[in-house]
């Protein structure tokens, strides 16, 4: 099962990354900045910044997306590769996005 639920602060507009033929369908990127517990050596909490896809069909509100909006997301982790297959880098595609604020 492929399944991730995080609750973050999003870093950032929200960009359009692809809109279907139609006008119907869009795909935007962002990114959103989770808490983390873990401290570095000087004694900070260390952010986590993880980038986000999302259709416009699992979002209720597309002008919401906007720097600072505190949102909770239902998503799946995928994989990515470029055409070399030397670089890797997951993101999570969202299901469903709750804005919090």
Same mark, same amino acid.
């Given at each position: 099962? &492929? %399944?991730? &639920?995080?609750?973050?602060?999003?870093?950032? =507009?929200?960009? /359009?990354? *692809?809109?279907?033929?139609?006008?119907?369908?869009? %795909?935007?990127?962002? /990114?959103?900045?989770?808490?983390?517990? *873990?401290?570095?050596?000087?004694?900070? +909490?260390? =952010?986590? %910044?993880? +980038? /986000?896809?999302?259709?416009?069909?699992?979002?209720? =509100?597309?002008?919401?997306?906007?720097?600072?909006?505190? /949102?909770?997301?239902?998503?799946?982790?995928?994989?990515?590769?470029?055409?070399?297959?030397? &670089?890797?880098? +997951?993101?999570?595609?969202?299901?469903?996005?709750?804005? %919090?604020?």
């Amino acid at each position: 099962m &492929n %399944l991730v &639920n995080i609750i973050g602060q999003i870093e950032r =507009d929200a960009e /359009v990354a *692809y809109t279907s033929k139609d006008g119907n369908s869009k %795909l935007y990127k962002f /990114v959103v900045r989770v808490l983390n517990s *873990y401290k570095s050596k000087a004694g900070k +909490n260390e =952010d986590d %910044l993880i +980038n /986000v896809k999302a259709w416009s069909t699992a979002i209720n =509100d597309e002008f919401a997306l906007d720097d600072q909006a505190i /949102v909770g997301i239902e998503a799946r982790i995928h994989l990515s590769t470029n055409k070399e297959n030397t &670089n890797i880098f +997951n993101e999570i595609i969202a299901n469903i996005i709750m804005y %919090l604020n």
